[in-house]
């Protein structure tokens, strides 16, 4: 959480919490708004589009507020599709990128006038109606393939084999298309900025090569995401003006002044540190070991249960308490269910407000309703201060509209 945000929102916090149910997410719209600003002056006038990565946080408050800005998105099913449509997302401003991939999520991306990327040869082939532009996507290759969060090259679900890319195009043109461009899934949740900027390059050196080979010209490359934020205190963020510079160096060496459009599908960078989810300790217990049990949920963050990712945790208002470690969980029928385990935090008391960070990206996105536990509200931070609601919690008829009784 950024020394900014915490500024705007903790004054507000306590009689937020006192009307306002926990547990939810809120966001701060100045700080989602600044960093998509600050990685467009990185590239500069340069021939780059960043297109935001829906999935991370699909609320269309915020993908309106990134269009405002002028971001694009990138979707990989037929509803982020749609919700681009809905805030105004024209031709153009779409990246489709998805992966086993059902027709009519092809025809919807091809009518919204979508930058379709193609996972595999065999969907390709099954299409009656090529894109203007044609695109494939690499399977993890190079430093991606090393990537545990993504799948090693020969157990991954994504992407073209790089060995098979220049047969692809090949066939494409055949069918008649004349535009192309290329897409690689570099890395995921990277903090190492040259080994990102390198990933990259990979990608831009593997189209070069390709489009040698088939004897084509590239519109564009896209580098995709994988940029990572520092979760933990004494994380290094992406230093994204190098990024930047070496992607652009990368795109010069491998296709002389000029070359083809930069594209990026970034989420996690842009909204992840903008988020926190805000909750209360609800039972203090002792089973062998110190239990924080809080009204939040795995169903509104599943991550650190999911593959035991790091989310930093915080009381502000314990200040001056004895110091001791907890697992800190939630009322989940699951022993998974816990934020942190063995976690040192100031002495956590019945009725606390405890902040978990970094959740402004693959949190509430990811939520569930297992257990009954229904997802949270989702809040925003104006740029002017105020807060609003941008999503409300669920209940108890929401979790049941969509059953038919009498079966």
Not at 91 to 109: C, K, Q
Not at 278 to 300: P, Q, W
Not at 387 to 394: D, K
Request: glycine letters at 10%; one cysteine or more; aromatic letters at 8%.
């Amino acid at each position: 959480m950024s020394a900014e945000f915490a500024e705007r929102l903790l004054p507000l916090l306590p009689e937020l919490v006192a009307s306002y149910q926990t547990p939810f997410h809120i966001y701060d719209a100045r700080g989602i708004v600044a960093t998509h600003e600050a990685m467009a002056r990185a590239f500069g006038a340069a021939g780059h589009r960043q297109y935001f990565a829906v999935k991370a946080l699909p609320n269309p408050n915020v993908l309106a507020l990134l269009r405002a800005a002028g971001s694009g998105f990138d979707c990989s099913s037929a509803v982020e599709l749609r919700l681009a449509l809905a805030v105004g997302a024209q031709p153009g401003d779409i990246v489709f990128t998805s992966n086993n991939t059902a027709l009519p999520e092809y025809r919807a991306a091809l009518a919204a006038g979508a930058l379709i990327t193609f996972d595999d040869r065999s969907f390709a082939k099954k299409v009656d109606e090529l894109p203007e532009t044609v695109a494939f996507r690499i399977s993890p290759t190079g430093l991606a393939d090393g990537c545990a969060l993504m799948g090693s090259a020969a157990h991954s679900k994504f992407g073209v084999p790089a060995h098979e890319l220049a047969g692809a195009y090949a066939e494409a043109r055949a069918r008649g298309a004349r535009r192309f461009g290329i897409h690689g899934m570099t890395l995921a949740n990277e903090l190492d900025t040259g080994r990102a900027a390198r990933a990259a390059a990979e990608v831009i050196r593997l189209g070069a090569r390709v489009a040698e080979a088939v004897g084509i010209e590239l519109a564009y490359v896209n580098v995709g995401g994988g940029l990572g934020i520092p979760y933990r205190e004494d994380d290094k963020p992406i230093d994204f003006i190098a990024y930047a510079e070496e992607i652009l160096a990368a795109r010069e060496e491998h296709f002389g002044p000029g070359g083809p459009r930069i594209l990026t599908e970034i989420g996690r960078y842009v909204t992840g540190p903008h988020g926190v989810l805000v909750t209360r300790v609800i039972n203090r217990c002792r089973k062998g070991h110190e239990i924080a049990g809080l009204d939040a949920s795995m169903s509104a963050l599943m991550r650190p249960a999911l593959y035991g990712a790091y989310h930093h945790i915080s009381l502000p208002f314990a200040g001056g308490r004895p110091a001791g470690r907890f697992d800190v969980v939630g009322a989940l029928c699951e022993n998974l269910d816990k934020f942190a385990i063995d976690r040192e935090l100031p002495e956590p008391r019945d009725g606390d407000i405890v902040l978990i960070h970094d959740t402004g990206a693959h949190g509430h996105a990811m939520g569930f309703t297992y257990n009954g536990r229904l997802r949270p509200a989702e809040l925003m931070l104006t740029d002017g201060g105020d807060v609003v609601e941008i999503r409300r919690a669920e209940t108890y008829d929401d979790y049941m509209a969509t059953v038919r009784w009498g079966a």
